[in-house]
């Protein structure tokens, strides 16, 4: 394993590590943003750009939106190259008045949210991360901060197989029933109806009464590894999508800054439930932010038309990889393997924005940049899902690609990738980004 590769899957275990949730990556995104001297704009502000200018805004705190504008003379219609991958995850949320007790045992009510492979949350050490929302000085404009309780906290114990002969036969879970996690036994110290806005207030450092809400989502506590005999896997819960978060981010921060194009990193919230939120790539967000880009190097609508023509999005998200014990599962000629390179992705029922012109393209930078790349077709018999691409082309019409690294147990607590894969997307993403 080269030192390239070692060093790039390094990087991507220390920030899945301190993402475990949504509010987390973008937390950790701005964080390494600001250390590279991205500048943050608010988005109710007037925007003033400069030349080569490196900057970013937030929606939400859950989702990031990061360019690099373009040398001088700026032409407002020279085009965008955009990186769009997703901050969120299959996790579980926690409801309101969460707290159950039940002859001594306390568990917290939670919700499914996206599509997580239940059967893999079981017995795990997990805890909870997020974000408080306090009192402001008006009623409309509350304080929101991140908050993640970084010591093991809760579990979901399985039932012993002697109550349930059933469990390897393919047991159907109840989320309400089977996946609510216990956090303690009750006593003087743990009493209902206090105990999670207390943990809530001690992660904050903020009074108990100063919290008007917040939003808390389960994390496995285990950490990021490399595994295998020569450490050829990557394992860690979220590299669906944080993994391409991460790559995406890497090149934009190594990216040049001389460029006739505005680089563009977008990162959404929601891709698992739907993308249909203000945050989400089914809100008018990336076309807001593209047109006030052109709008602040001078431009007119009909330059951010002309814009939307000269642009290429990659749309980045996880690629199943070929699983040797399943391989029924996979089309018979397009099924890419575990560290064979980035993915392109195609459906004939366009739940990919993939086309002949847009994979050609992307292959193209592959081949310039020196990585292999690799095809995947949903088996005939097998339904797919859909990602950012096609939901974002609905309503900006851009040229673009839906791709991404291969991965194993995709929406499992534990998901696995080649090491290797990571850093050849690196190098596609950069050679994109430098075109």
Known sequence: MTNEVLDNARSLMSFLDRSPVNFLAVRTLTELLDDAGFQRLAPEDQWTLEPEGRYYVTVNSSALFAFIAPSAPADPAAG???IAAHSDSPTFRVKPAAEMTKEGVMRLN???????????WFDRPLSLAGRAVMRGESA????????????PLLTIPNLAIHFNRQVNDGYHYSPQKDLQPVIGLVSDSLEKGDTLLGLVAD????RREDILDFDLSLYDTTPACLLGLDNEFLQSGR??????VHAALTALLEADLRSDQTRVMAIFDNEETGSGTKQGAGSP????????IVGALGGSRE???RSIAASFMVSADNAHGFHPNYPEKYDPTNHPRLGGGPVVKINARCKYMTDADSAAVFRAICEQAEVPCQYFVNHSDVAGGS?????LSGSIPLRGVDMGAPIWAMHSARETMATVDHTYTIRAFSTFYNL
Do not use: K
Not at 110 to 120: A, L, N, R
Not at 140 to 151: G, V
Not at 203 to 206: G, I, T, Y
Not at 239 to 244: I, R, S
């Open 239 to 244: 590299l669906d999508d944080l993994g391409m």
């Open 285 to 292: 967000q990336l076309a807001h932010l593209l047109e006030r």
């Open 110 to 120: 939670v919700e499914v949210y996206g599509g997580p492979i239940m059967s893999t």
């Open 140 to 151: 409309l404009r509350p304080i929101s901060t991140c908050i993640c309780i970084e010591r």
């Open 303 to 305: 330059d951010w038309l």
């Open 387 to 391: 990602t950012l691409g096609n939901i």
């Open 80 to 82: 965008f190259r955009i």
């Open 203 to 206: 992660a904050a450092d903020c």
